[in-house]
Structure formats: structure tokens, C-alpha cells
């Protein structure tokens, strides 16, 4: 038997074992023996002493000592509790936490674990993750003012049986830099050596793209005229001049139909994107589009374009990353049909379970004012920016920035390098509040900022979370679901790459149909109606 099918098999017996737990989440009160010591507000956030365990991810676990950062030790000190983070790679992690699901010894709480909505939902109906609507509503001040605020966020979080099961990582809808993720960057250097204006639409973008193309002496490499992590980042960035995407990339195969105002529509098998198809396999067989894009990862992008050998690329920020300052972008692309939709907008819910709290820990109350503190601007700006005076100062008009230390480390080290011993953010999946005025990564810079304002004209008026499935639904997607939605990606690379013909749309949009898209997308309508009905 292979490890996963063992995994498999003990991932079942738990949901037999746990089949009395299952009506865990019917009642939303989840009060522990131990409610007494909790403070009301303010610091210490207990009476006593308290010891728990989290189960972490993180990009590099073996980094640094994570519990000996500035932000736990300091807030170990101001709450009297102690953490013990065991910490995991993000890399396998999924695996390292069904197993401990599985074997029954979980932890306190998942944090920064990347906890799906589909765990969320299954392990919450078991009861081993514990509701939290009546432990938010009492003691989680900060972050029930967000739910309030952004009602889209609620929505989000709000699992089929009702209840909300975790705190998310969610990004500031008005803080758009963020959410535009990873624009199209165009050279602008290379744009004046070619005496060309900055393209606007899909057919000048080719031009553009051909005359890198023509012009091998604009770069000391091999010029690379159009490149980005993956295939994936391509289409979800140029698939808004056809017109597709228009409640944003957290939806890779479903969104609104124009011409029905409410009515999902499954545009992965529309006419118009056959056409958007067609001109990715234009760009990708007259080697316009890196050719390793299927294949090298995102340091070899970085290489690439550190050495000045790209004309346009989807990436985050090249000043910061590639080290490059004369690029630009944000503006969408105008299409055939007049279509100029900046698609490429990422849901403000980025993590769902982002941190949740399982039936073992005997102090749910403390716990959730422990991670509520970060979703206030005191605790944020601690959590991101570290220690006024040492990593951040707070300008004349109210604006932080990172000190000299940290940007022009005297040591040579990187501003992530510098800031590692103060804060644990970086490398993503954290939970928390994240706003422009204390998140300075390179979405704040000035140049990503113009990016967000450029975009902002043409994004989608609403952009959408991933919605949540019930059990049964979920078993769905995960089976015939995945089996679909991966022969797409699959033959959509054949059809860019020339490997499988156009001409052949016909049939692989009636297999498609055959392989179960009408169940598929009736599972899409009564999450997308849940969805809708959360208020």
C-alpha cells in the first residue's frame, strides 16, 4: 500500500471515530472550565500562567529561533502566556497535518497551517475544531469590527453548517496593490530604445513582443521578450481582455455571465476564450513567452530578469525582487471585443484558516484574545513592523517606516534578513489584518502604488472568496471535480503549446460536458446562493 493510501484509510477511520463528535458545532457556545482566569481587556490576558501548543508553518522553519523572535518573547511577557510553535515546512505540510489529525494527537491551535476550507469544514462537523461565533462576538473585539466592516469576509469564513471556524490571513479590499498580486511589468527602457509607446491593447502587446524579439542586441543575454513564474500567472493576467475573470483569479473556471446579470457561467469552455487561447498559442509558438515557463520556478525568473533579459513580465515588483527599476505597470490590456478588465485581482481572503482552535486546548477564551490583538492596529503594527525606534520610526504625518537598520543593513544583510530576528510574517500565511499604513513589503513602494491606482480602473466592481462545500459536495471536487478541472488545465497547455491542435476545440468541449460539468457546476450555484446568503 502507497503512504497516501494509508493515509487515506486512517483519515476514514477518524471520521468513524469521531462520528459522536459530529453534532460538535450545532451549539456555537464553546466556554471552557477555565473561563475565570481570562481577563476582560487589556494586559496580562490571563490571571495565571498559561502553557500551549501550535502547530506552525513556515517557508524556512529551520531559519531561526522562532520563539526567541522580538514580537513572542515580548508578547509572551505581556499576556503570561507561552507558546510552544512547532514548527513545519510549508512544503509537505498538508500531509504533516492530516496525520495529525489522523493519529488524534493534534495540538492547542493550527497557526499560519494553512487549513483549507474543506478542513475547516470537516473537522469542525467532527467537533475537533471548535466554533468560534460566540468566542468572537465576546472576546475578540478587533476582529469582529473587520467581520462587520467587510461583510465579504464574513461570507468567506462562514462554513455550510453556519459557523466560522478560524481567523483568516485578509488583505484590506482598499488596499489594492496587494490584491493586483502580480501585475504585468513592460520594460520601459527597451520601449524607448524601440521608439514604441507603452501598449494598451493585445494586438500592441504582440507588436511589442516581436520587436524584443527582433532586437537580440537590447540585452548581453538572450533576450527573453514575455515571462513569469508559470503558465497560470499568464492566463489569469490576460484572460480580462476577453472579458473573463470578472469577480477575480480566487475563481479559476467560474464567474458571472455579462449577459445574464446573477447567473454563473463556466467560461473555460467559451467561444471567446477559445480566441483568448489562440493568442496565447500565437505568443507561445513564435517564442514570444519564455519558453521555460513551464518549467523553471520563480528564483530561475528572478536570475533571468536580474540580468536585464526580459521586455515584460508577471511578477510582484522587479525593482525589489530582480533588482531592475526601469520597469512599469498596473494598466489592463484592451481586448478584440473591447474588453480591458484587470482580472488578475486576488481575493481579500487569502487564507482562510489561517488559525484555528482545536477541541483540546482547555483555554478557547485566552486563545482567541491572543490572536485578536493582531487584528487591532496596536497589535498589528507590533506583529508587521516590530520595535519603534529599532525597526520602524513614525514619520512627522503619522506614516511608519522601516529604519536604516533595516533597509541599508550595515552588515549587508537583506531588509527580510534584518527583520528576521524582530517578526515572524515573512513568508506568508500568517493571520492577521493586513493594511497599507503598517505592511511596507513591495506592495507599498511607490511604483506598486501607481500600479494599484492603474489597475483600480478597470477591476472588477466585486471580487469574490472561494466559496465553501458541503461534505458531500466536497467529495464531489475532490473526485470528479479534480478529474475535470485538471483535464482542462492539461489540454489548455497542449492547445497554447501546439502539442493538441485547435481544431479539436469542438471535442474537447463536448468531453468536458461528458465528464460531469452539469453536476459540477450545479454544486458552483448552491455554494455560490450560500454564499450570497450570509450576511
Same mark, same amino acid.
Given at each position: 500500500?502507497?503512504?497516501?493510501?494509508?493515509?487515506?484509510?486512517?483519515?476514514?477511520?477518524?471520521?468513524?471515530?469521531?462520528?459522536?463528535?459530529?453534532?460538535?458545532?450545532?451549539?456555537?457556545?464553546?466556554?471552557?472550565? @477555565?473561563?475565570?482566569?481570562?481577563?476582560?481587556?487589556?494586559?496580562?490576558?490571563?490571571?495565571? +500562567?498559561?502553557?500551549? *501548543?501550535?502547530?506552525?508553518?513556515?517557508?524556512?522553519?529551520?531559519?531561526?529561533n522562532?520563539?526567541?523572535?522580538?514580537?513572542?518573547? *515580548?508578547?509572551?511577557?505581556?499576556?503570561?502566556?507561552?507558546i510552544n510553535?512547532e514548527?513545519?515546512?510549508?512544503?509537505?505540510?498538508?500531509?504533516?497535518?492530516?496525520?495529525?489529525?489522523?493519529?488524534?494527537?493534534?495540538?492547542?491551535?493550527?497557526?499560519?497551517?494553512? $487549513?483549507?476550507?474543506?478542513?475547516?469544514?470537516?473537522?469542525?462537523?467532527?467537533?475537533?475544531?471548535?466554533?468560534?461565533?460566540?468566542?468572537?462576538?465576546?472576546?475578540?473585539?478587533?476582529?469582529?469590527?473587520? %467581520?462587520?466592516?467587510?461583510?465579504? =469576509?464574513?461570507?468567506?469564513?462562514?462554513?455550510?453548517?453556519?459557523?466560522?471556524?478560524?481567523?483568516?490571513?485578509?488583505?484590506?479590499?482598499?488596499? $489594492?496593490?496587494?490584491?493586483?498580486?502580480?501585475?504585468?511589468?513592460? &520594460?520601459?527602457?527597451? =520601449?524607448?530604445?524601440?521608439?514604441?509607446?507603452?501598449? *494598451?491593447?493585445?494586438?500592441?502587446?504582440?507588436?511589442?513582443?516581436?520587436?524584443?524579439?527582433?532586437?537580440?542586441?537590447? !540585452?548581453?543575454?538572450e533576450?527573453?521578450?514575455?515571462?513569469?513564474? &508559470?503558465?497560470?500567472?499568464?492566463?489569469?493576467? %490576460?484572460?480580462? !481582455?476577453?472579458?473573463?475573470g @470578472?469577480?477575480?483569479?480566487?475563481?479559476?473556471?467560474?464567474?458571472?455571465?455579462?449577459? @445574464?446579470?446573477?447567473?454563473?457561467?463556466?467560461?473555460?469552455?467559451?467561444?471567446?476564450?477559445?480566441e483568448?487561447?489562440?493568442?496565447?498559442?500565437?505568443?507561445?509558438?513564435?517564442?514570444?513567452?519564455?519558453?521555460?515557463?513551464?518549467?523553471?520556478d520563480?528564483?530561475?525568473?528572478?536570475?533571468?530578469?536580474?540580468?536585464?533579459?526580459?521586455?515584460?513580465?508577471i511578477?510582484?515588483? +522587479?525593482?525589489?525582487?530582480?533588482?531592475?527599476?526601469?520597469?512599469?505597470?498596473?494598466?489592463?490590456?484592451?481586448?478584440?471585443?473591447?474588453?480591458?478588465?484587470?482580472?488578475?485581482?486576488?481575493?481579500?481572503?487569502?487564507?482562510?484558516?489561517?488559525?484555528?482552535?482545536?477541541?483540546?486546548?482547555?483555554?478557547?477564551?485566552? #486563545?482567541?484574545r491572543?490572536?485578536?490583538y493582531?487584528?487591532?492596529?496596536?497589535?498589528?503594527?507590533?506583529?508587521?513592523?516590530?520595535?519603534?525606534?529599532? #525597526?520602524?520610526?513614525?514619520?512627522?504625518?503619522?506614516? %511608519?517606516?522601516?529604519t536604516?537598520?533595516?533597509?541599508?543593513?550595515?552588515?549587508?544583510? *537583506?531588509?527580510?534578513?534584518? $527583520?528576521?530576528?524582530?517578526?515572524?510574517?515573512?513568508?506568508?500565511?500568517?493571520?492577521?489584518?493586513?493594511?497599507?499604513?503598517?505592511?511596507k513589503?513591495?506592495?507599498?513602494?511607490?511604483?506598486?502604488?501607481?500600479?494599484?491606482?492603474?489597475? !483600480?480602473a478597470?477591476?472588477?466592481?466585486?471580487?469574490?472568496?472561494?466559496? &465553501?462545500?458541503?461534505?458531500?459536495?466536497?467529495?464531489?471536487?475532490?473526485?470528479?471535480?479534480?478529474?475535470?478541472?485538471t483535464?482542462?488545465?492539461? #489540454?489548455?497547455?497542449a492547445?497554447?503549446?501546439?502539442?493538441?491542435? %485547435?481544431?479539436?476545440?469542438?471535442?474537447?468541449?463536448?468531453?468536458?460536458?461528458?465528464?460531469?460539468?452539469?453536476?459540477?457546476?450545479?454544486?458552483?450555484?448552491?455554494?455560490?446562493?450560500?454564499?450570497?446568503?450570509?450576511?
Amino acid at each position: 500500500m502507497t503512504k497516501k493510501h494509508c493515509l487515506l484509510i486512517a483519515v476514514a477511520a477518524l471520521g468513524v471515530a469521531t462520528t459522536a463528535c459530529a453534532d460538535a458545532g450545532e451549539d456555537t457556545a464553546t466556554e471552557s472550565e @477555565n473561563k475565570d482566569i481570562v481577563n476582560e481587556s487589556g494586559f496580562p490576558i490571563v490571571k495565571e +500562567p498559561i502553557e500551549l *501548543t501550535f502547530f506552525t508553518g513556515k517557508s524556512e522553519p529551520n531559519s531561526n529561533n522562532f520563539e526567541e523572535t522580538y514580537v513572542w518573547k *515580548t508578547y509572551e511577557e505581556m499576556t503570561d502566556m507561552k507558546i510552544n510553535f512547532e514548527l513545519a515546512a510549508f512544503d509537505g505540510l498538508a500531509e504533516k497535518r492530516n496525520l495529525l489529525f489522523a493519529s488524534g494527537n493534534y495540538p492547542d491551535a493550527f497557526y499560519s497551517a494553512r $487549513l483549507t476550507a474543506s478542513d475547516l469544514a470537516t473537522y469542525g462537523e467532527q467537533g475537533i475544531l471548535i466554533p468560534l461565533d460566540d468566542l468572537i462576538e465576546e472576546y475578540a473585539p478587533n476582529f469582529k469590527a473587520a %467581520l462587520d466592516k467587510h461583510p465579504d =469576509l464574513r461570507k468567506g469564513l462562514t462554513m455550510p453548517d453556519g459557523h466560522i471556524y478560524s481567523f483568516p490571513s485578509y488583505y484590506d479590499p482598499d488596499f $489594492l496593490p496587494m490584491l493586483i498580486g502580480v501585475p504585468l511589468w513592460i &520594460n520601459d527602457e527597451w =520601449l524607448d530604445e524601440l521608439g514604441m509607446e507603452r501598449p *494598451t491593447t493585445t494586438d500592441a502587446f504582440y507588436d511589442y513582443l516581436t520587436a524584443v524579439k527582433n532586437t537580440p542586441e537590447l !540585452a548581453e543575454g538572450e533576450v527573453i521578450p514575455f515571462s513569469g513564474t &508559470n503558465m497560470t500567472e499568464i492566463r489569469g493576467q %490576460l484572460q480580462g !481582455a476577453w472579458g473573463f475573470g @470578472n469577480r477575480g483569479v480566487g475563481h479559476k473556471f467560474i464567474d458571472v455571465d455579462p449577459e @445574464n446579470e446573477g447567473e454563473l457561467r463556466f467560461f473555460r469552455t467559451d467561444p471567446k476564450y477559445k480566441e483568448f487561447l489562440e493568442y496565447l498559442n500565437k505568443l507561445y509558438t513564435e517564442e514570444l513567452i519564455d519558453p521555460e515557463v513551464y518549467t523553471h520556478d520563480s528564483a530561475q525568473l528572478l536570475a533571468k530578469g536580474a540580468e536585464g533579459r526580459i521586455g515584460a513580465v508577471i511578477t510582484s515588483n +522587479p525593482e525589489t525582487l530582480m533588482n531592475q527599476d526601469h520597469y512599469s505597470g498596473g494598466e489592463a490590456l484592451e481586448g478584440p471585443h473591447g474588453d480591458k478588465l484587470y482580472s488578475h485581482v486576488k481575493p481579500p481572503l487569502v487564507h482562510v484558516g489561517a488559525f484555528a482552535i482545536t477541541d483540546k486546548n482547555e483555554h478557547p477564551e485566552a #486563545t482567541v484574545r491572543w490572536i485578536d490583538y493582531f487584528f487591532g492596529e496596536e497589535g498589528a503594527t507590533f506583529y508587521f513592523m516590530g520595535k519603534e525606534g529599532e #525597526t520602524y520610526t513614525k514619520q512627522e504625518d503619522g506614516s %511608519l517606516e522601516y529604519t536604516e537598520e533595516i533597509t541599508d543593513n550595515p552588515d549587508g544583510l *537583506t531588509q527580510d534578513q534584518a $527583520l528576521a530576528s524582530y517578526i515572524t510574517w515573512l513568508g506568508g500565511s500568517y493571520p492577521g489584518y493586513v493594511q497599507e499604513h503598517y505592511f511596507k513589503g513591495s506592495e507599498s513602494l511607490p511604483n506598486s502604488i501607481e500600479n494599484g491606482e492603474k489597475a !483600480a480602473a478597470n477591476a472588477p466592481e466585486e471580487i469574490w472568496n472561494a466559496f &465553501n462545500y458541503t461534505r458531500e459536495e466536497q467529495q464531489f471536487r475532490d473526485s470528479v471535480g479534480a478529474d475535470l478541472e485538471t483535464f482542462i488545465n492539461e #489540454t489548455e497547455d497542449a492547445f497554447i503549446t501546439g502539442r493538441k491542435p %485547435l481544431s479539436e476545440w469542438d471535442d474537447y468541449v463536448a468531453q468536458v460536458e461528458a465528464m460531469g460539468l452539469e453536476e459540477y457546476m450545479s454544486i458552483q450555484q448552491a455554494a455560490y446562493e450560500r454564499y450570497q446568503e450570509v450576511d
